[in-house]
């Protein structure tokens, strides 16, 4: 099975950009369970770091984390990135 979560942002207002979003994709030495008995929106690496995508600090932290790396607002298409360098950018701080 090729799981994976999505977390989408939306530049406001609404309609000002086309969204960012993160993909986090089944990998080895991840972890993006599809369910129980994982918590829902957890993300991480097997022995080191982790997140759940529904707090809004990680999310937060993801989207500095695109900000430093490049990613602005004002595209009209949607943006797609790979979230695991991301995830390892808001560990090493």
Do not use: K
């Not at 309609?15 to 030495?29: I, K, Q, T, W």
């Not at 995508?53 to 298409?77: I, S």
Request: proline share 10%.
């Amino acid at each position: 099975m090729d799981c994976r979560h999505i977390l989408t942002f939306f530049p406001q207002p609404a309609g000002s950009s086309g969204p960012l979003r993160v993909v986090f994709a089944e990998e080895p030495d991840r972890y993006v369970p599809g369910g129980a008995p994982a918590g829902s929106g957890d993300v991480g690496f097997l022995h080191s770091a982790h997140l759940n995508l529904h707090e809004p600090g990680a999310a937060r932290a993801l989207l500095d984390a695109a900000l430093a790396r490049g990613w602005r607002p004002g595209h009209r298409r949607t943006v797609v990135v790979d979230g695991w360098p991301l995830l390892a950018a808001v560990a090493a701080r």
